[in-house]
């Protein structure tokens, strides 16, 4: 089975605290890719990071790292001193690349409010 | 460039009417995928269309179906609608690998009476 699991809902914060999204996956492929998007109120995804199965660096933007841990699963993005601009929902996603399907396996999202 | 577009932008029907919805990609992608979104669903995957051809499909009845033209525009129709229908429908398109950032519209927020 292929599933992505993001066991967090909701999430509120107040400004600049630091946040953790958590996401876990499940694939047999052993080629995949792992992604994050962000959904603001606008309805529109917006991509904020790919991550092959054989990369498991870590990765750092501005505000913003991953952390991917294939002996957990995991694919973890957190977010520096929060902003009120980072409110949205954010989703995790799995594209399996070894069984030849062409879609994205998406987790049910996470919403992250921050307050002022 | 312009971005993924898609309309109309709202809609409501009523149940058992059936609704065609529009996607126009970013030019020069040939891959368009719609997915549909619930709360606590999440994004559900429909189908994706890769140079008029489907190439996968998701677990949605067969009320749903879609086509793309040669322009690589896509659209999606779903017949008989349901109150359970009711959601915001994405489109997303890219080049052309399915390992490749997905550049997602607006979507179409349906409501189904």
């Known amino acids: 089975a292929q599933k992505v699991t993001q066991a967090q809902t909701e999430i509120s914060v107040v400004e600049k605290e630091d946040v953790t999204l958590d996401c876990v996956y499940e694939?047999?492929?052993?080629?995949?890719?792992l992604f994050w998007y962000k959904q603001p109120p606008s309805g529109e995804l917006v991509f904020l990071i790919r991550?092959?199965?054989?990369?498991?660096q870590n990765e750092i933007s501005g505000r913003y790292s991953w952390n991917f841990q294939k002996s957990t699963s995991s694919f973890n993005f957190t977010i520096t001193a929060s902003q009120v601009v980072d409110s949205a929902v954010y989703f995790c996603?799995?594209?399996?690349?070894?069984?030849?399907?062409?879609?994205?396996?998406f987790g049910t999202g996470t919403r992250l409010k921050v307050l002022a | 460039k312009a971005g993924v577009t898609q309309t109309p932008r709202y809609l409501i029907k009523t149940r058992g009417q059936q609704v065609t919805l529009s996607c126009s990609p970013i030019?020069?992608?040939?891959?368009v995928s719609w997915y549909q979104q619930t709360p606590g669903q999440g994004l559900q995957f429909l189908f994706e269309?890769?140079?008029?051809?489907?190439?996968n499909k998701g677990n949605f009845p067969g009320r749903f179906s879609g086509r793309q033209f040669s322009n690589s525009r896509s659209e999606m129709n779903v017949s008989t609608l349901e109150l359970g229908d009711s959601a915001l429908y994405l489109c997303?398109?890219?080049?052309?690998?399915?390992?490749?950032?997905?550049?997602f519209g607006s979507g179409t927020q349906l409501s189904v009476l």
């Open positions: 997303a398109s890219s080049h052309e690998k399915p390992s490749e950032k997905l550049f």
């Open positions: 694939t047999r492929d052993t080629t995949y890719y």
């Open positions: 991550r092959n199965s054989f990369d498991e």
């Open positions: 996603a799995l594209s399996p690349l070894s069984s030849g399907t062409y879609k994205y396996i």
């Open positions: 030019s020069g992608h040939r891959s």
């Open positions: 269309y890769f140079s008029e051809t489907q190439r």
